[in-house]
């Protein structure tokens, strides 16, 4: 049958909910979140001589809920505006309401009496063929949906979503006893096409998949790190970037989420898995018991692993428990792996340290790959889930299966064996049956070893999108050590950006040259797309700063030169260019996006023109961009220098988007051009969808503009009185002021006398005299040398 999801019900409001209704209206759905009536009146209330009768009082916690979530950094809305898709109601007056509702889902306090009671009530306003989910992280589905009806049963499964909703990609699917097919392959595909998330179905196991792998391994260090005497600072060190996990490594994130909620689910394991070969180390060490009792939870209680005391940052001693100074952490077994950009290249090397470190690598990777053998079939009979779980609840770069074929099968064992430890039977059925890995890639496509037919089968799915790791070297038509060139099919090239950080330099702009060339002579068209963390972070302004130090101005001239004249044949090439920005996409990474025929970005797109940050403008045609923009919405009677004021404050405040959403308002990106796509694995399929329509529809190369409205000396004027007033009141520094009259010269288009068009190239000439002056100003050097040895920016 078809479905279609129009309003969701969301019950219960607190953290979990609100987070999910939040998502929810980000993807244009309508809300109703509901939760309980309070049962006293406030001091406050009192005081108004309110009763709980007052509407107001009634909705008071569900209304508090949501304020407390929109008000949360990070944000959990995409755009403050999407918040009104969402009304509010109680569970006492308005549940009658769902009756209108496609989909109903239970988020409410974890204990089965109560959500058994919930459902109870549900089920007398719910109208057949409705889904109905909850959000466990760990009750048994099984026992949720006892008593209630077969139609109620047919849709009701578990959705565990994880917090925070909007950024945690893993949607947990678990079917009920009688869930039925049809919904599963609806939850499945809806998960990922429309909210944007990897989606698993697992099976009705405790924690089900992602919380059992995540606490097993956390328990694990919690008794390693007594076992081989380690600091939290030395463990957050080898548990963090260097093995593709998240900056916050063990420890910081332990904080962050709060102890007590791991503990929650740690003991729930202990209780629910008697079974398991690892059941011991659910156990809670004692220095977590006395943490637990000293209410030393994490950031919520102020104190947790790590407590911080005026700006010092202490650490927990956890054979003390004393807090102290923290103290750096350092390994010769993480220099060995300096010059390796992947993790997932670097595991080979981790585990053969003759360090501390090398140790800890060898036991915990080998309890690691122990244990997830060992859950093969129980939690799921395909190990790709585990992968894909442990990266989008988890934030891992690489799965412990990808961990384990990176480290090699056989070492695994090796590893596993020296600790003691066994792997599951079918790990060597699949060696001797002459499988050496768990994945392998034909044709562009991920295949698994198959637990059952013990074979490699195709991972379901990937046919929406293209992994651009599966093509890289197969479809590679061109590269060069800063980018690649590859054959998308269909007569569709992708340009992948593969410097550090995808900045860009020379290698950078030679491929994007090349890529067009290669396109306009035997292709359609090209996306510009990569699937790292950050589409790129902007110019190599390591190289700026070596020329500007040197003197070397003309070189830097015609670098800044030979960067506007590719941004322009980005946008006047004779095929359609189509940009993919994800993450953050920052100056450079920004204009190129500015000079597209569209853009395609994921929802996660934080994007911006933050030169000013650097001491300069921006110099690749992003200052002449956002000068023509507000050209464009000139209109009869507009205060034109409002409308021009906007973009030059976009620039000189360096405003960055939190969502692609935002960037429509900055006006970085342009409504009824660009588009929005939530689920980033789908975004190159998307970009280069939008590329072949260009070119069907007939792409015609645009004519190079010569009708620029510059309001000149009037806009000067009133910017510069601005940036005076600005400094008188210590708002801005002097430099900050100098950096401001610079773009505000490009932007007014000069000190002509009077508003005047001009063409682009006039503007991108001024735009470079700008940027190459403000690069011979000592506090411009400062800045830069700032941002490349501390990686923030200075205020001079």
Not at 182 to 208: I, Q, R
Not at 732 to 750: E, F, P, R, T
């Amino acid at each position: 049958m078809k479905r279609i999801i129009k309003k969701v019900a969301v019950v219960g409001s607190g953290i979990m909910g609100s987070g999910i209704a939040c998502h929810f209206a980000n993807i244009g759905v309508e809300v109703l979140l509901l939760d309980i009536v309070p049962r006293e009146l406030t001091e406050i209330e009192t005081k108004k001589g309110l009763t709980l009768e007052n509407k107001m009082v009634r909705n008071r916690i569900v209304n508090d809920h949501l304020a407390n979530a929109l008000k949360s950094k990070p944000s959990p809305i995409y755009h403050e505006k999407f918040a009104s898709r969402i009304t509010t109601g109680n569970t006492t007056d308005d549940l009658h309401k769902i009756a209108d509702c496609d989909w109903i889902i239970e988020v409410v306090v974890e204990r089965l009496d109560i959500k058994k009671q919930v459902f109870e009530q549900i089920e007398k306003h719910r109208k057949p063929g409705t889904l109905i989910t909850s959000n466990t992280s760990g009750i048994p589905i099984h026992f949720m949906s006892e008593g209630r009806s077969e139609d109620f049963q047919q849709h009701f499964c578990g959705t565990h979503f994880f917090n925070p909703a909007r950024y945690l990609k893993l949607f947990e699917i678990i079917p009920g006893p009688k869930t039925s097919t049809e919904v599963l392959d609806f939850l499945n595909n809806y998960g990922e096409k429309f909210l944007g998330k990897t989606s698993v179905v697992a099976k009705d196991t405790p924690a089900f998949i992602g919380n059992r792998i995540g606490i097993f391994g956390i328990q694990s260090l919690f008794h390693l790190v007594k076992e081989m005497d380690l600091t939290i600072e030395e463990v957050d060190k080898l548990t963090g970037p260097v093995i593709g996990r998240p900056k916050s490594a063990t420890f910081r994130t332990v904080d962050v989420v709060g102890l007590d909620t791991l503990v929650h689910v740690a003991n729930g394991l202990y209780e629910g898995v008697p079974e398991d070969e690892a059941h011991d180390l659910f156990k809670l060490p004692d220095f977590i018991t006395k943490m637990l009792e000293n209410k030393w939870l994490g950031s919520k209680t102020g104190q947790g692993f790590y407590k911080k005391e005026g700006k010092e940052i202490l650490s927990l001693d956890l054979n003390t428990l004393e807090y102290r100074a923290a103290k750096k952490a350092s390994f010769a077994t993480l220099e060995l792996t300096k010059t390796i950009d992947k993790p997932i290249d670097r595991f080979k090397v981790l585990v053969k340290g003759k360090d501390k470190a090398g140790e800890f690598y060898r036991k915990s990777f080998g309890a690691m790959f122990a244990y997830v053998s060992n859950r093969v079939p129980e939690i799921t009979d395909d190990l790709y889930k585990i992968d894909d779980a442990m990266k989008a609840g988890f934030g891992w770069e690489n799965g412990p299966f990808e961990i384990w074929d990176a480290v090699g099968v056989e070492k695994g064992i090796e590893l596993l064996k020296s600790e003691g430890l066994s792997n599951a039977k079918w790990v060597d059925d699949m060696l001797s049956s002459g499988n050496k890995s768990f994945y392998t890639i034909k044709e562009g496509a991920s295949y698994y070893y198959d637990v059952n037919s013990k074979s490699q089968n195709k991972i379901p799915g990937q046919d929406s999108f293209i992994i651009l790791n599966n093509i890289r070297e197969s479809k590679k038509v061109w590269s060069n050590s800063g980018a690649i060139v590859q054959d998308l099919g269909d007569g569709i090239l992708n340009l992948e950006f593969r410097s550090k950080m995808n900045t860009i330099g020379g290698d950078v702009l030679q491929g994007i040259n090349k890529a067009i060339e290669l396109a306009e002579k035997d292709f359609q068209g090209l996306v510009i797309g990569n699937q790292a963390a950050n589409f790129s972070v902007g110019a190599n302004i390591g190289m700026i700063f070596m020329m500007a130090v040197e003197q070397e101005y003309d070189e830097l001239n015609m670098a800044i030169k030979l960067f506007q004249d590719t941004m322009m044949r980005v946008r006047y090439s004779s095929i359609p260019v189509v940009v993919a920005p994800h993450g953050m996409t920052l100056g450079g990474g920004c204009e190129m996006s500015l000079h597209a025929d569209k853009v395609v970005a994921a929802a996660e797109t934080y994007i911006g023109l933050v030169e000013f940050g650097v001491g300069v403008i921006p110099g690749g045609g992003g200052s002449k961009e956002m000068a023509l923009r507000a050209s464009d919405l000139f209109h009869k009677n507009d205060v034109e220098l409002n409308v021009l004021q906007e973009y030059f404050l976009t620039v000189a405040m360096a405003k960055v988007s939190t969502s692609a959403y935002e960037a429509f308002d900055t006006g970085i990106l342009q409504h009824g051009k660009d588009i929005v796509v939530v689920n980033k694995d789908r975004q190159i399929a998307e970009a280069k969808k939008h590329a072949l329509i260009m070119a069907e529809a007939g792409y015609t190369q645009p004519i190079k503009r010569k009708d620029v409205k510059v309001l000149g000396k009037q806009a000067l004027g009133m910017f510069m009185v601005g940036t005076d007033q600005m400094e008188a009141g210590s708002y801005i520094s002097d430099h900050d002021k100098q950096i401001a009259n610079k773009l505000a010269y490009v932007m007014a288009g000069g000190d002509l006398s009077e508003p005047t068009f001009v063409t682009e190239q006039y503007l991108l000439d001024i735009e470079r005299e700008a940027f190459l002056s403000l690069c011979t100003e000592r506090k411009t050097l400062e800045r830069i040398q700032f941002m490349l040895t501390k990686g923030k920016p200075l205020r001079n």
